[in-house]
């Protein structure tokens, strides 16, 4: 079961060895990572800096988005959410307000709800309104996540990905 006490906090070099052995399980997991290890070591400082930028400089075709990450009591990394402040046409189609990852290790433990409700608490204190949540249609444990959180199936999406996409919404009042 997830540590209730278990915290968002802003990324932050504090967590360089426990973040880069997640990306080493998400690896070993056949997740798709977009990180090399060894590369992302030597520019981790770096890396921080461009997902604290993110709420108010995004990079080029990106909206402004606020990146958590979920330390346990500990100080391990469990994972981490990506809380988006608003859709562009490509993100209502796919991805939505909220995108969050859980490091393999800790999966089936209750964190994937605790991070999506964490998050939902981020985002109305923001003022953002009602949410948009997807996941793949085969992903049963971010279908349990997001429904578990409020999240009322909208429809479903071709995304040319092989799979459907379910798009799910979130009221601002939930």
């Known amino acids: 079961m997830s540590d ?5 906090a802003p990324p932050d070099a504090a967590w360089k060895d426990s973040y880069i052995d997640a990306v ?5 997991a056949g997740d798709a ?3 090399d290890p ?3 070591r ?3 400082d770096e890396y921080v800096r461009v997902l604290r930028q993110a709420e108010t400089e995004p990079l080029a075709g990106y909206v402004p988005s606020t990146h958590y990450w979920l330390i346990g009591t500990s100080g391990v990394f469990l994972g981490e959410v990506n809380l988006r402040h608003r859709l562009n046409p490509s993100l209502l189609r796919f991805g939505g307000h909220i995108g969050y990852k859980i490091r393999p290790s800790a999966r089936r433990q209750g964190y994937g709800k605790l991070i999506c409700r964490l ?6 204190a923001r003022g953002i309104g009602d949410l948009l949540l997807t996941c793949d249609d085969d992903n049963i444990g971010s279908i349990k996540v997001i429904e578990a959180n409020g999240g009322r199936g909208y429809d ?3 995304n ?3 799979v459907l996409t379910r798009r799910y919404w979130i009221r601002a009042g939930n």
């Open 38 to 40: 060894a590369i992302l």
């Open 156 to 158: 479903l999406v071709n």
């Open 33 to 35: 990572i977009q990180w």
């Open 24 to 28: 080493r399980e998400f690896i070993r």
């Open 4 to 8: 209730e006490r278990a915290r968002l």
């Open 42 to 44: 030597q520019r981790f």
């Open 119 to 124: 998050a939902l608490e981020q985002a109305r």
């Open 160 to 162: 040319n990905r092989g």
